[in-house]
């Protein structure tokens, strides 16, 4: 199982739709672990780890989500942190 951290900003219709509930949510229910927030442009950030295949269904749950609309995303990969234990806002 190889694990990846990703840096990611998403852009669009991501701020008051439910999108940090919805994320949150998918990615303790696939096994991803990192964090969600807003940001004042409105866009939001997120770093989450997990499999590549794992980070996948989050965007697919994600995505499913009425009202939230991604125009893009600035994806990175970072450094894994090991001891998290959960996905949280």
């Known amino acids: 199982m190889n694990v990846v951290r990703k840096s990611i900003t998403v852009y669009g219709f991501v701020q008051g739709v439910g999108f940090r509930y919805r994320t949150v949510h998918a990615a ?6 990192g ?3 807003n940001n004042p442009d409105g866009s939001v950030s ?7 295949d794992q980070i996948d269904k ?5 995505e499913k989500g009425s009202y939230i609309s991604i125009d893009r995303m600035d ?4 450094e894994v942190l090991s001891g998290e234990r959960d996905f949280k806002s």
Do not use: Y
């Not at 303790?28 to 672990?33: A, R």
């Not at 989050?58 to 994600?62: A, K």
């Not at 994806?75 to 970072?78: A, D, G």
């Open 28 to 33: 303790n229910m696939v096994g991803c672990t």
């Open 35 to 37: 964090w969600v927030r």
């Open 46 to 52: 997120m770093e989450i780890q997990g499999t590549e």
């Open 58 to 62: 989050v965007f697919l749950m994600i």
């Open 75 to 78: 994806v990175k990969k970072i």
